[in-house]
Structures are given as C-alpha cells and as structure tokens.
C-alpha cells in the first residue's frame, strides 16, 4: 500500500497522484484517483473572503491556496517531528510546534497567532 | 466574542491525515498539537491572501489569480513550495479543461437532438462562472461600503 518511508532520508513531498486511495466526501470523481486538493476548496475561499481588502479571487488562486496549506501542514508537521524526535517521543506534542516555530524563519508569521 | 478569521478551520479530519501521512509510521500527534497545527493552516492561508492580493494590487487587477498566491509563497519565503505548486496546477487545469470538454460534447449531443431552447439553457450553464463572481463583487462591494 503505502510506499515505506525510510526515517532519516529526506523526504521530497509526493506528488499528487500519491498512494491515496482513501474515499473523500467533497473530492471530485473524474480521473483514475488523481487528488489534487485534499482541503476543500469552499473552506479555503470562506478564509480568503475574510479579508476585507480582497475583492474577488479566481478558482485557479483558491486552489493553489489549499495545496499550499496542505504542503504547510506536512512542513510544519515533519519540522515539529524533529523536535520530538530529539525528545525520543513518539507522540507530537504542542511544544514540540511551538519550537518549531521559534526554530525555522519561515514560521515567523506564526508566533503569537496560536494562543 | 465575535468569530474571528483565525477561527475559520479547516475540517480536522482532512489535517489529521494529511499530518499522519507526512510523519512515519506509529507516531501520533497529541490533540492540542493537532488543533494548533490546524490553527496555524488557516493564519497561514491568511497571510498568503494578503501577499497575494498586495500583487494582485500593484498588477491593478481585482481577482486574485494563481501567479499572485505563488508570487506571495516566493514573499514568504516558501519558495519550495512553488515547484509543487506548479505541477498541482497545471494538472487541476488539465483537469477544468476536461470537465469544460465534457459539458460543452453534452451540449453538441443535445443540440443534435433539438435546437432553440437547447442552446439557450446551455448558454445559461456558461455563464454561471461568472455569475458567482458578479455576485460575489456584488457582495464585495457592499461590504467596502460598510467600511
């Protein structure tokens, strides 16, 4: 089923066509199992309406909006593995993000925003 | 208190996976870090509309479009994301495209059979798109001038 995933080499993010064959209530049917966004497209333009200075946004926009927030997830996700795995847990914990994001530039724009 | 932009999440269900997938094999990941992670998806598409819209802005342009989102991902400093991105739209457009192929082949079956009302019903279903996004800018418009 899913490919193995050796711990310790670096993974590159799967493309879209990955393994994933589990059924999704919102995902389109057409195409042999090619899921494109797993985050449904109508949440994501509900958080994009939310800013009062956007007016409008094209379909083809929220769509790479929900693929980024899925590539963000797994990034995040992975980046707080490696503070867990120093801690040798198995399990991530809430700390282990909120080191994360002191740790790595990119999640500067988290801080502060969790509480 | 009133609800917030942060609070609109996105279904837990779907990062659960996503998180579960991206880490190996039998490791979990606790409620609160979860939540957290989930959390920090929707300020991130916050902050990723705001890039995209100030491009879209300086383009003069109203609507979004995807080059804006990867121009803010290049901003943000997740310039590894943009390859990825790339190749996931240009398999969603092959994707429209086919959806778009398929109606308008329905369309030319139905034609065969009547003619008038037919075509004009369709001509209806075309312009739906733009419908949405009349309104949309409708919407829009009353709220900046609520603002």
Do not use: H
Not at chain 1, 10 to 30: I, M
Not at chain 1, 52 to 63: K, S
Not at chain 2, 48 to 77: I, P, Q, W, Y
Not at chain 2, 78 to 98: D, H, M, S, V
């Amino acid at each position: 089923m899913a490919a193995a995933a050796s711990n310790g080499t670096p993974r590159e993010e799967e493309g879209p066509a990955g393994e994933v064959a589990a059924s999704q209530p919102q995902a389109p049917t057409n195409g042999p199992g090619v899921r494109l966004s797993r985050l449904p497209l109508a949440r994501v333009k509900a958080l994009v309406k939310a800013d009062p200075d956007v007016t409008l946004a094209g379909q083809e926009a929220i769509f790479v909006l929900a693929r980024a927030a899925e590539l963000f997830v797994e990034t995040i996700a992975k980046d707080a593995y490696c503070c867990a795995q120093q801690g040798k847990r198995k399990t991530l914990q809430r700390r282990d993000l909120d080191n994360a994001i002191e740790a790595v530039d990119e999640f500067a724009f988290l801080e502060g925003t969790l509480d | 208190m009133a609800e917030r932009p942060e609070d609109l999440n996105l279904p837990n269900a779907v990062i659960t996976r996503i998180i579960k997938e991206a880490l190996p094999d039998g490791v979990n990941i606790s409620k609160e870090a979860r939540s957290a992670i989930s959390r920090a998806a929707s300020v991130f598409v916050l902050y990723a509309t705001s890039c995209a819209n100030n491009f879209a802005m300086k383009g003069k342009r109203k609507t979004l479009n995807a080059s804006d989102v990867l121009s803010a991902m290049e901003e943000m400093e997740f310039q590894r994301f943009i390859t990825p991105l790339k190749e996931a739209l240009e398999a969603y457009r092959r994707e429209q495209k086919g959806k778009k192929e398929a109606s308008e082949q329905k369309k030319k079956d139905k034609d065969r059979k009547t003619d008038s009302e037919e075509q004009d019903r369709s001509r209806d279903e075309d312009n739906d798109e733009d419908e949405e996004r009349l309104e949309e800018e409708e919407q829009n418009e009353e709220e900046e001038v609520d603002n």
